[in-house]
């Protein structure tokens, strides 16, 4: 072999090394790294909600009788305890006026019962302080009057016993016939009225309520919370809600109470506020869209990017000597392009950037500036 060939095979092979080189440094990649840190979290999200009644309840009947009168219609305003409507039950008045008859029979007994209790003792307290003489009360007139004694303790003990059932069953029957006139059991608005004056009415289940009532001076404004947004603290910040009846509009109100636990059905945690609504321009049963202002302590948020969802999991890539370690985590707040994660991390810890979902745990990744 010529040294002209030598020559020529020297330069092939070398050619060959540098692009064999080459390849080898672009399969090498290089990744940009996060170092978690803790930090406090500020914000609003926007989430739908609903105005309700303060207090809201059906008014029925206790008893079965005829509607003698009614004394509000559907808007009329009431106050608590104010007469709204009257049921006529023949039967009901008559058992009351039987039982106060019993009742003024069994106080007639008791007092009966009670005076000759009283005339047996001072007879008895007599007769004790005459035998004290020996041989003026024979033993057998001792005994009677003793025995007599007993016996009417025991009648006014038992008239006393009628008197209090007499009493009791008239109570009873005086419930009854209070059940007769309708209340209202708070003050607010009459919102339905559903009979009218001879209507039958009976506190069977499934009819109709007589009355519906509503408290509407202060509004509940309910907003469910998605499960992500549930531990975050509400209770210092105020709120601020717009409604579709009021475009242009904007009301304030703080948040007053959370439910503590999630609805199964929605996973959702309600928190209330309450409006106040003095003049009645807000309505019960109006959707209004919130914006809760909201902070949450301690959390760990990663760029979008650095968060990987597969088929399988969801996870991050963190880097422990050289090597990838694969760690499953949980999805909480986003926002700013960054999301909160929750798993077996903690402040320290480094993550790739921008991970692959190839990569798996123990490859070595090579970590760049």
Not at 41 to 70: D, W
Not at 209 to 230: H, K
Not at 259 to 267: K, Y
Not at 296 to 307: D, F, R, T, V, Y
């Amino acid at each position: 072999m010529t040294p002209f060939t030598w020559m020529i095979l020297a330069m092939l092979f070398s050619c060959n090394s540098s692009e064999n080189s080459g390849e080898a440094v672009q399969e090498e990649k290089l990744y940009e790294t996060i170092t978690l840190q803790q930090e406090d979290l500020k914000g609003s999200i926007s989430l739908p909600g609903e105005l309700k009644s303060f207090e809201s309840v059906a008014i029925y009947p206790k008893i079965t009788g005829y509607v003698q009168s009614i004394k509000v219609d559907r808007g009329s305003k009431v106050k608590k305890g104010e007469v709204i409507a009257q049921i006529e039950a023949p039967e009901v008045m008559a058992e009351l006026s039987a039982a106060k008859a019993k009742v003024l029979q069994a106080e007639g007994f008791a007092q009966s019962a009670t005076s000759k209790l009283s005339t047996t003792k001072d007879q008895y307290d007599r007769i004790q302080k005459t035998a004290q003489t020996p041989g003026t009360v024979s033993a057998s007139d001792l005994l009677r009057i003793e025995n007599q004694l007993k016996e009417e303790e025991a009648n006014a003990a038992s008239a006393q016993s009628a008197l209090e059932a007499a009493k009791y069953q008239l109570q009873a029957a005086q419930q009854m016939a209070n059940y007769l006139t309708i209340r209202a059991p708070f003050d607010g608005m009459v919102t339905e009225r559903n009979v009218h004056t001879g209507t039958f009415v009976s506190a069977q289940s499934g009819d109709k309520p007589m009355f519906r009532m509503e408290m509407n001076d202060v509004l509940r404004l309910e907003i469910p919370v998605p499960e992500s947004y549930s531990g975050l603290d509400f209770g210092s910040d105020s709120l601020s809600f717009t409604l579709n009846t009021q475009s242009g509009k904007s009301f304030k109100a703080k948040v007053s109470r959370q439910s503590g636990s999630l609805q199964n059905a929605s996973r959702t945690e309600i928190i209330e506020a309450d409006v106040p609504n003095k003049e009645g321009a807000l309505k019960a049963g109006s959707f209004a869209q919130v914006k809760v202002n909201y902070k949450k302590e301690g959390s760990i948020m990663i760029p979008n990017a650095a968060l990987i969802t597969s088929m399988e999991d969801r996870f991050v890539v963190k880097v422990v000597n050289g090597e990838a370690q694969r760690v499953s985590v949980r999805k909480g707040i986003s926002k700013d392009g960054q999301t909160e994660i929750f798993g077996d991390l903690q402040a320290g810890d480094i993550i790739l950037k921008n991970p692959s979902e190839t990569i798996q745990s123990g490859d070595r990744v090579t970590v760049g500036l």
